[in-house]
C-alpha cells in the first residue's frame, strides 16, 4: 500500500525467494506499462514491458502480469538475488501520449 | 556505447546561481526529457522536447528553462528562480513514436545547494 512522507512501501525477502510487487495505475486509457529497476543513486533501469492486449509477458527471472479490470499491474521476481536489491516502479503510458506517468515505487530489500 | 550520458555527477549552487546540467545521447532518439526525482515519490517531467528546436512545458516547468538546438543535446538550466532545487536530475529519450515508447534513461545529476 501507499506510504506517507518520505517512505517508500518496502518489500523484504531471502534471497531464492520470489518476489512480488505491486503497481496500481491510474488512467483506465492506459495501453502500454513499463517496469524499472532503480539502484541507489543511479538512472532508472527498463527491464520489461507489456501492452493492454496481453496479461502476461515473461523475460529473464521476470514476469509481468496485468489486469485491466482492476488497474493492477505486478513484477515477479523468481529466485531473488541480493543484486536484485533496489526500488522498482511502474510508468503508464496511454494512447496518444508518449509522455509516461510514474508510480512512487516500491523497495526491494533481498536479505542474504 | 551507446546511452544516454548526464554531467556532472554532483553539482553544486550557491545562492542566486543559475546552473547548467548537461544531457547528450547517441541513440538518435527524437525526444529528449527532463525529470526532477525528491526521495519517496515518483519522477515528475521538467521539460520535454519530441523534435529539434521545439520544446514543451511539462508538470514543474517553473525555475528551470531548457534548449535543444541540436538532436542529440538537451540541456537544463536550473535558474535563481527555482526556490527549492536540491534533488535528483534524470534524463531520458525515446524515439517518440506509437511502439516506441520506451523511455531509456541517463545515470543522473545530484543539484545540492551550498
Known amino acids: 500500500g501507499e506510504s506517507v512522507g518520505l517512505h517508500l512501501p518496502t518489500l523484504s525477502v531471502q534471497e531464492g525467494d520470489n518476489s512480488i510487487i505491486n503497481c496500481a495505475y491510474s488512467n483506465s486509457a492506459s495501453d502500454y506499462f513499463i517496469w524499472y529497476k532503480q539502484e541507489s543513486g543511479k538512472g532508472p533501469q527498463f527491464i520489461i514491458d507489456i501492452r493492454s492486449n496481453m496479461d502476461k509477458r515473461q523475460g529473464q527471472r521476470v514476469t509481468v502480469l496485468l489486469n485491466k479490470t482492476v488497474k493492477h499491474l505486478s513484477l515477479q521476481i523468481a529466485a531473488t538475488q541480493p543484486g536484485d536489491s533496489a526500488v522498482y516502479f511502474c510508468?503508464?503510458?496511454?494512447?496518444?501520449?508518449?509522455?509516461?506517468?510514474f508510480g512512487r515505487g516500491t523497495s526491494l530489500i533481498v536479505h542474504p | 556505447d551507446g546511452g544516454i550520458t548526464q554531467s556532472p555527477k554532483y553539482l553544486f549552487r550557491k545562492e542566486g546561481q543559475n546552473v547548467t546540467l548537461s544531457c547528450e545521447q547517441n541513440?538518435?532518439?527524437?525526444?529528449m526529457y527532463w525529470y526532477r526525482q525528491d526521495p519517496g515519490q515518483g519522477l515528475r517531467l521538467i521539460y520535454y522536447s519530441q523534435i529539434v528546436n521545439d520544446f514543451q512545458k511539462g508538470d514543474i516547468a517553473e525555475g528551470y528553462s531548457v534548449s535543444r538546438e541540436k538532436k542529440e543535446s538537451f540541456p537544463l538550466t536550473v535558474t535563481s528562480a527555482q526556490k527549492n532545487p536540491t534533488a535528483f536530475y534524470l534524463c531520458a529519450s525515446n524515439q517518440g513514436g506509437a511502439g516506441d515508447e520506451t523511455q531509456y534513461f541517463g545515470p543522473g545529476t545530484r543539484l545540492l545547494v551550498l
Open positions: 510508468a503508464e503510458i496511454s494512447g496518444g501520449s508518449y509522455i509516461p506517468t
Open positions: 541513440l538518435n532518439h527524437d525526444a
